[in-house]
């Protein structure tokens, strides 16, 4: 145990001391530059340096107009998915660290990400499996006071219907799909590079669902906000229709959304008609 902790002291002070060997070594180019900019060497070295920070800017530039794009009604990614994901990924903690700046709340722009990356999860067509997608449930949807252990196995539920919980198993039963309960981050990585599915429905509230959407990555994640009338992380609800409506989503697809559209049309050629 002694020695274990040993190790990890020395990883910790030896990220430490690469840091500040980083900083120097910045900090001793920059002050070089000052005084010899006119040198081959360091004309050569901001050359590359601006290369490589161009090559970024255009790529993310890239990602963002094509994730404008996609938001914008336009359905599909024009092959640039990875791009997508990664602007918008890499990009996440600097939009936080900015709204700090602006003084814009940290859940305003946490629910703000996750309502982008549904809309982008939105723009593929899925038609999944059941047993190939999750319904990932926080435990503060279980009421305090229930004495069984469900985020060891859902079943232990008895389906008191005094919280959520047992409207969600009902649901995943129906729909043949995969239900868990995390008390938190780690617990709920672990579910999911156990079960490795597909798509996840989940739900949790801003902090934890982004961090989720980002761990999970590149598995599609929708995210439902949780409600909380007693204050965070206790007797938390979820809107059921909305996990029923996302579940939808990978198992059918856009197939009901065709359908929706294909039970308008008639409507419109008959008023085209009366005219
Ligand atoms: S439905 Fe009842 S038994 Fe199931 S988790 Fe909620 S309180 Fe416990």
Known sequence: MMEMGKA?????????????????????????????????????????????????????????????????????????????????????????????????????????????????????NYRLKPADVLILAPHCLQRWDCPYKITADVKNCRRCGRCDISKLIALAEERGVHMAVATGGTLARKIVMDLRPKAIVAIACERDLSEGILDTNPIPVLGILNIRPEGPCVNTKVDVKKVKEALEFFLMGREKELKADEEQEPAISCSENTN
């Open 8 to 124: 990890k002291k020395r990883i910790y002070i030896s990220l430490l001391l690469i840091s500040i060997a980083i900083l120097a070594a910045l900090a001793t180019a920059g002050v070089s530059l000052y005084f010899n900019r006119f040198t081959r060497f360091y004309k050569w070295t901001l050359f590359a340096i601006l290369v490589i920070l161009t090559a970024l800017i255009v790529l993310l530039s890239l990602g963002l107009a094509a994730t404008v794009l996609t938001l914008w009604h336009v359905k599909g990614f024009f092959g640039l998915e990875r791009l997508i994901n990664f602007s918008v990924n890499l990009l996440f903690p600097i939009t936080v660290a900015l709204g700090r700046v602006f003084h814009i709340p940290k859940d305003l722009i946490k629910s703000s990400y996750i309502e982008v990356n549904n809309n982008l999860v939105k723009a593929k």
